[in-house]
């Protein structure tokens, strides 16, 4: 069970005692009247044949309260989108999968790129940004629910626990987050645990109380890929394509937002999903390619909010961010030892000096170009050089999908 | 026996007589149609240059275009779209060039209709594609003048006008192709006609007390300029 702390500058929503899934989807199927949810899945085709996504669909054929779902399938053929269109079948919400190796959405990408408007490589950022387009152009969700679908660990209480800040009226929150334990035999999650919380700290010591870094460092699980937002965030926030998506998602929101209606929710006791190889030696891959893009993530938005960044504070930075990450590893250590979770401190040194190499990397990147993180314009940019271009995504999906 | 011969030979010399006149032609169609086939292929590649050059795609996109192709399932880039039409109508003009140089008098006169009628396709064509266009304009404009008017069902409105406006463009290009033109211009008339008198009944029904005040207002407005300038004199 967890305790009631409230940490930081955004409202953290425990799970106390024995919440009832029944009354919680039952208020939802109410609220969502006023305010209709959609859920948007971006997965790859690869997922479907794992253990995830078949446990993932039969619990979402029990929620009643989604308005839509709108799944972004990747690295599928034709053959392949038609059967996952078949898998899905059996959800009784209104489901639409949005074929992104399909010809009718590869015009669409056409169409952005010959307009001067990047939307970059392909991903999960590029995926979620196209389906908030969808909902956007279809009109008939208030909020905006993503979850991975990737989780093997997934029941239908992660999403009721996730919608219910932002499609209850009475809390009213714009934007919520969910986190989980990342525990199985030992403790997972190494790079929020060991690069996201010591570099935020870290940063605290140099450039002093920044609010966003206090707005970052409330999150338990910065990193989550699971969020509920209202769909005015989705017309308006810009988001990293690369492994920065996250940050920078929560940089956008912090940037439009007050942080009291922002809020993060307990979502799962436990939570599974497929673990990324360290990779040490290629910034190119893995964690290490992922710590660097959020590294330059977080850098280019102190930058934004006025934080000067050096050569001398990148070095001070680099110290002290490994002074901070040798303290956590201690603390993890004696958190596993009484918990007598499996703790390996030589894995967890060397990723700490991966990471630390990571944040030299990143900084070299920003200094040459600190403009250089890839942002996708947000819908009102899009619409605003493109009119109809709502309209014609709204049309390549209800094609595709007859 | 010779008589027998000549009873063979007479129909097959007849037939080398008519080859030999149809001959030539036959190659002149040949030669008429690679050429027209070669011709298009340049053509369509120097227009798609040039379309790509002048970035045609993007104002597609900004003037709603490459929309109203996506609405007709069209999903090609509208310079492919606008080259690839272009070659099938210079094919189309080659085929039948070269079909008329067989001198057959049932394909001539055909081959004249068609070509005769090629020019009211483009036009029709073009009216849709124009009237796509400034219609899409129009409704926006009116839709920014509504809205920054405080006008109530400003979106509604906008789309209503738009609706009618495409009627009419389908009316008038239907019209330019002369599909059964009688019966275009009555239907045109009658929903046309109908739809301004529905709305001219609602809002004379409904909209009595508005229509009222309104024209109150402008008149007391009237009369305020008219007492402020006795003012200044």
Redesign the interface.
Known sequence: MSDFFQTGIITTLHALGRPSLDRLESELREYAQARPVGLVLPALYSEFEGPAMPKIAAELAKVKYLNEIVLVLDKASEKEFERTRHFLSGIQTEVKVIHNDGRRIGEIYDTLDRNKLSVGQRGKGRSAWLAYGYILARGRSQVIALHDCDIVSYSRELLARLCYPVVNPNLDYVFCKGFYSRVTNKMHGRVTRLLLTPLVRSLQQLAGPHRFLLFLDSFRYALSGEFCMSIDLARVNRIPWDWGLEVGSLAEVYRNYSPRRVCQVDIAATYEHKHQALSAGDPEKGLMKMTIDICKSIFRTLASEGVVFSEGMFKSLSVAYLRNAEDSIMKYEADAAINGLDFDRHEEAQAVDAFTAAISQAARVFMDNPLGTPLIPNWNRVISAIPDILEMLRRAVDEDNK | MNELLVLILEPLKALYAQMSAFLPNMLAMLIIILVGIATARIMSALTLKTLKAV?F??WS??M?V??MM??G?L???PSDATAAFLFWLLIVVAVLTGLSALHIRVVDSMIAEVLLYLPKIVSAILIVVIGYIVTGLIA?GLLISLVNGGFRFAKQFARAARLLLIVLIAAMALEQLQVAPGVVVAAFSIVFGGIVFALAIAFGLAGVDTAKRMLEQQEEKKQETAARDMQHI
Request: aromatic share 6%; net charge positive.
């Open positions: 970035k795609d993007s996109d900004r709603g490459t929309s996506r609405k399932d999903w090609a880039k926006r």
